[in-house]
C-alpha cells in the first residue's frame, strides 16, 4: 500500500538521507553539550531531587477540617 504511494513521490530518496542527518546532528549535539557543560550545573542536577530544601505541594490539612 505505501509503496504505491511511495513510487508517486519525486526525489523520495532524499527523505531517509534528511532523517539520518537530523538524528546524527541531534546526538553530535548532545554530545558536545554534555562534554562543554559545566561540572558545578551537572552536579546540580543530578542533587536536584535529593535536595531538602524542595517545596513540596501537599494538601493543607487546616483547609480540610474547616469544611
Known amino acids: 500500500m505505501f509503496k504505491h504511494y511511495f513510487e508517486t513521490i519525486e526525489n523520495v530518496e532524499i527523505f531517509p538521507i534528511i532523517s539520518l542527518s537530523i ?3 541531534f ?3 548532545l554530545i558536545w553539550w554534555v562534554i562543554r557543560a559545566d561540572n558545578g ?8 531531587p535529593m535536595e531538602e530544601d524542595i517545596v513540596t505541594y501537599k494538601n493543607d490539612s487546616k483547609d480540610e477540617k474547616s469544611h
Open 23 to 25: 538524528f546524527f546532528i
Open 27 to 29: 546526538f553530535i549535539g
Open 41 to 48: 550545573y551537572i552536579k546540580k542536577m543530578k542533587s536536584l
